[in-house]
């Protein structure tokens, strides 16, 4: 017999164990669980596109990669918080303060979480969000470049993991804090035994305003919170617009093995903020500034450039004493997803050691709310009874549900980690229509337009935590996994298996038709302001400032201007601002210095680049292009002399000139 893969991984409290151990929740044999005609329905032909951008959140790679659907061809990995050495990102001079954050240089991170601009909770095709986990921070990818934008530090967070999920209109990215703690605000005070979490320790949720025209990111407001975990969270939308919903775990407020202390409870949180009223209060005055520390990166096109600045203060709203924006909803067990249906009428608590899945009903939070319906506070917020909001529970739905997501027809896709199935009911009746199994252990799961009020519907992709024996080995890691499935007919049925790069958590699809008519093609010359370019051959220079050499430096096939440059000197710190002349589309050049201990650079068409070189020794060393952008790309190459320090060797450079 098969050991089912979760009875590796989980190690869950005893009671669930029990019930895992006795139930029989094997999934069907792999191989018949692909029907004849799925071939025909993933196959692209060569030279045709797929139907739909898949935009995949990296896990610890700290990256996003978009794949093709429904061939699951991987088409780019985007570096957000991660440096690139492929494409210079974090490395090069340009992209470097985009790494700043208030601890100084984090050249990585752990992004769960991908969140697609919307109009009117409609997909929109202009920017993808995605959440740093482990330095708080939220990142902002622009559609038209494929390129990380911005990227904001959360200040008073720890773990920024319900994130960046968004307001119906964009208005908002959402960051709530999982790990609670003696906020920043607490200066020397927060060293504090870690078993006073109870008197010391809160949590935020951060509001981040998007500019609806840039795109461009800053904290609104924060609201403060009874210490506990924030888990995952969801925009209201249509009736519910004005409201966002948070899952909260660890209600026991414990600080040590939360895997025992914090499954005690039969029933955590989810909690509703009205963000409106939020909103109102802040722009009243009403919340008070705290001193804070954190990072606000932005990347501008113009210049391709970006500067860090450190930002000093936050807005912070305390629910004690504003009483009607914050509001918890009793929801079993452990609540891992909370998921709102495209009507916006109903929430989906998903307790991870919980055996049933409840419903709440939006008008009937409303209504508990109007009637004060309150069981109790919670740290001076109040909890609405439970049966009160209650739309009604889904039974026996699987074991470990994780995350839901909806097709706009009605339906309800859960994911279930234990079980290792999708499972998909029917939301109004509750009732369980369908279920197939994912090898193995899903996490997320993704219906093109799941999240918002228009679904695309169409397909559900599975993200799998394992693969063990999918695929060829490859040594002790084995690689992660997504699985397509049809949601076309009544019953779901499986196409692909595709991996994918880093660990997936959330992702998200969009209609290829909304993303692609926008990509950037070139970047025109005429627009590059970068402080160093050189617009033509002619504007070509090397000069110095003290012991830095600058070298405005062009490429087009297949030569860059210069191509020798004498007078470098030990101890120079030396500056390649190279410019790429081409303006067809897709004709970069790379730009690579030997020995250089950092990267290279890959210069888009009409793009400046600096790639920052301190030689260590005297000789003459080659440049060249890494790039194969031409018959003769392998002569894109040049040198540098270095000279020892003090030499009388002149400062010069030139293309084609014999000395
Ligand atoms: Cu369920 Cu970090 Cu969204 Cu992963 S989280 S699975
Ligand atoms: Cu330019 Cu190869």
């Known amino acids: 017999m098969k050991v089912h893969p979760f009875l590796l991984f989980i190690t869950a409290p005893a009671v669930l164990l029990t019930v895992l151990l006795t139930g029989g929740c094997k999934p069907q044999n792999p191989t018949t669980a692909v029907e004849g005609d799925a071939a025909g329905k993933v196959y692209v032909p060569p030279g045709k596109y797929d139907e739909f951008y898949n935009f995949v959140s990296g896990g610890f790679s700290g990256q996003v990669s978009v794949y093709g659907l429904p061939s699951g061809r991987?088409?780019?990995?985007?570096?957000?918080?991660?440096?690139?050495?492929?494409?210079?990102?974090?490395?090069?001079?340009?992209?470097?303060?985009?790494?700043?954050?208030?601890?100084?240089?984090?050249?990585?991170?752990?992004?769960?979480h991908t969140a697609l601009s919307t109009t009117n909770g409609e997909h929109d095709g202009r920017w993808c969000f995605i959440n740093g986990n482990n330095t708080p921070r939220i990142a902002?990818?622009?559609?038209?470049?494929?390129?990380?934008?911005?990227?904001?530090?959360?200040?008073?967070?720890?773990?920024?993991?319900?994130?960046?999920?968004?307001?119906?209109?964009?208005?908002?990215?959402?960051?709530?804090?999982?790990f609670s703690y003696p906020l920043d605000n607490q200066g020397a005070n927060a060293d504090v035994p870690i078993n006073s979490y109870k008197q010391n320790f809160k949590g935020t949720v951060s509001f981040i305003g998007i500019n609806p025209q840039s795109g461009n990111m800053d904290i609104a407001f924060q609201v403060l919170l009874p210490g506990v975990n924030f888990d995952l969270s969801r925009c209201g939308r249509g009736p519910s617009h004005d409201w966002f919903f948070f899952s909260c775990y660890?209600?026991?407020?414990?600080?040590?093995?939360?895997?025992?202390?914090?499954?005690?409870?039969?029933?955590?949180?989810i909690m509703a903020v009205n963000w409106k009223k939020c909103e109102e209060y802040a722009k009243a005055g009403k919340g008070r500034k705290d001193k804070v520390r954190y990072a606000h990166n932005v990347y501008d096109e113009k210049t391709h450039t970006a500067t860090s600045t450190i930002k000093t203060d936050v807005v912070v709203l305390d629910p004690k004493e504003l009483k009607d924006i914050v509001y918890f909803m009793p929801c079993p067990k452990s609540p891992h997803g909370c998921d709102v249906d495209p009507t916006g009428q109903f929430i989906v608590g998903s307790g991870k050691l919980a055996a049933i899945i409840p419903v709440f009903s939006f008008d009937k939070i409303i209504k508990a709310i109007a009637d004060k319906n309150f069981e109790a506070e919670f740290e001076g917020i109040p909890v609405l009874k439970y049966d009160a909001v209650l739309h009604g529970e889904v039974k026996k739905p699987g074991l470990g549900p994780l995350h839901t997501e909806f097709d706009g027809k009605g339906f309800a896709y859960t994911s279930f980690f234990v079980s290792s199935e999708i499972v998909k009911w029917n939301i109004e009746k509750l009732e369980v229509v369908d279920r197939v199994p994912t090898y193995y252990s899903i996490g997320h799961l993704c219906v093109p337009g799941g999240p918002t009020r228009k679904p695309h519907g169409k397909y559900v992709i599975a993200y799998n935590k394992i693969t063990k024996d999918r695929y060829l080995p490859t040594g002790p890691e084995l690689t992660q996994s997504a699985q397509l499935y049809d949601i076309s007919g009544d019953k779901m049925k499986l196409l692909l298996d595709f991996p994918t790069i880093g660990e997936p958590h959330y992702a998200e699809a969009i209609p290829a038709s909304l993303v692609s008519p926008k990509s950037v093609r070139i970047f025109k010359i005429e627009d590059n302001n970068h402080p160093y370019v050189a617009k033509g051959e002619k504007e070509a220079k090397v000069f110095r400032e003290g012991n830095k050499v600058h070298i405005n430096m062009t490429a087009i096939r297949s030569h860059f201007t210069p191509d020798?440059?004498?007078?470098?000197?030990?101890?120079?710190?030396?500056?390649?601002?190279?410019?790429?002349?081409?303006?067809d589309w897709d004709v970069p050049h790379g730009f690579a210095v030997k020995g250089a201990s950092n990267a290279e650079i890959l210069i888009?068409?009409?793009?400046?680049?600096?790639?920052?070189?301190?030689?260590?020794?005297?000789?003459?060393?080659?440049?060249?292009?890494?790039?194969?952008?031409?018959?003769?790309?392998?002569?894109?190459?040049?040198?540098?002399?270095v000279s020892p320090r003090g030499s009388s060797v002149a400062l010069t450079s030139g293309t084609g000139k014999t000395n």
């Not at 660890?250 to 949180?269: G, H, R, W, Y």
């Not at 030689?615 to 194969?628: A, S």
Request: glycine share 6%; net charge negative.
């Open 564 to 583: 020798n440059i004498e007078g470098v000197q030990l101890g120079d710190e030396v500056y390649f601002h190279v410019t790429n002349l081409e303006q």
């Open 250 to 269: 660890n209600t026991e407020q414990a600080s040590t093995l939360l895997e025992v202390n914090a499954s005690q409870k039969d029933k955590d949180f």
């Open 74 to 112: 991987l088409l780019r990995s985007i570096p957000v918080f991660s440096q690139d050495p492929q494409t210079g990102w974090g490395y090069s001079e340009e992209t470097k303060p985009m790494l700043n954050t208030s601890h100084g240089f984090v050249s990585w991170d752990d992004s769960h």
């Open 604 to 641: 888009m068409p009409g793009e400046t680049c600096t790639l920052k070189w301190v030689p260590d020794r005297v000789g003459v060393v080659p440049i060249y292009c890494t790039d194969f952008c031409s018959a003769l790309h392998q002569e894109m190459q040049g040198y540098v002399r």
């Open 140 to 178: 902002r990818i622009d559609m038209k470049t494929f390129r990380t934008a911005e990227i904001i530090e959360i200040p008073n967070s720890s773990g920024n993991h319900s994130s960046p999920f968004i307001t119906e209109n964009t208005e908002y990215a959402i960051a709530g804090t999982r």
